[in-house]
C-alpha cells in the first residue's frame, strides 16, 4: 500500500520560495507518476503537476509553468515542489499523488494521496 506525508508547508511572505516535499513509501514506484494538487479555501482541487517516477519527466498545467518545478530523488523517495514568487491566491492545502500511469491529472486522481500541507502567503 502506497504511503505519502508531505512536509514543508507554512507562512510565507508574497513573493517568497518554499519547497514542499513528499514522502512515499510502501512499494517500488518504477512505472508510477507522482504529483501535487491543491485546494484552497472554497475552491475545487486543482492540479499542478506531476513527474514520471523512472525518467524524471514533468508535465505541468498550463497555469503552473514557470514558478513551479516538481522533481523527485529515488533514492530518497521523495517528490518535491519548489514554488517561487508565491502570491496570497498561492494559499491552499497542498496533496500529494501518486499513480500507476502516465505523468497525468487522471493517473495520479485515480491514485494514492498524502494528507496535505497547508501553505499560506501573506501579503
Known amino acids: 500500500q502506497v504511503h505519502l506525508v508531505e512536509s514543508g508547508g507554512g507562512l510565507v511572505q508574497a513573493g517568497g520560495s518554499l519547497r514542499l516535499s513528499c514522502a512515499a513509501s510502501g512499494r517500488t514506484f518504477s512505472g508510477y507518476a507522482m504529483g501535487w494538487f491543491r485546494q484552497a479555501p472554497g475552491k475545487e482541487r486543482e492540479f499542478v503537476g506531476a513527474?514520471?517516477?523512472?525518467?524524471?519527466?514533468?508535465y505541468y498545467a498550463s497555469s503552473k509553468k514557470g514558478r513551479f518545478t516538481i522533481s523527485r530523488d529515488t533514492a530518497k523517495n521523495t517528490v518535491y515542489l519548489q514554488m517561487a514568487s508565491l502570491q496570497p491566491e498561492d494559499t491552499a492545502v497542498y496533496y500529494c499523488?501518486?499513480?500507476?500511469?502516465?505523468?497525468?491529472?487522471?493517473?495520479?486522481?485515480?491514485?494514492?494521496w498524502g494528507q496535505g500541507t497547508q501553505v499560506t502567503v501573506s501579503s
Open positions: 499523488a501518486a499513480g500507476l500511469g502516465p505523468p497525468t491529472s487522471t493517473t495520479l486522481s485515480r491514485g494514492s
Open positions: 513527474i514520471t517516477w523512472t525518467g524524471g519527466n514533468t
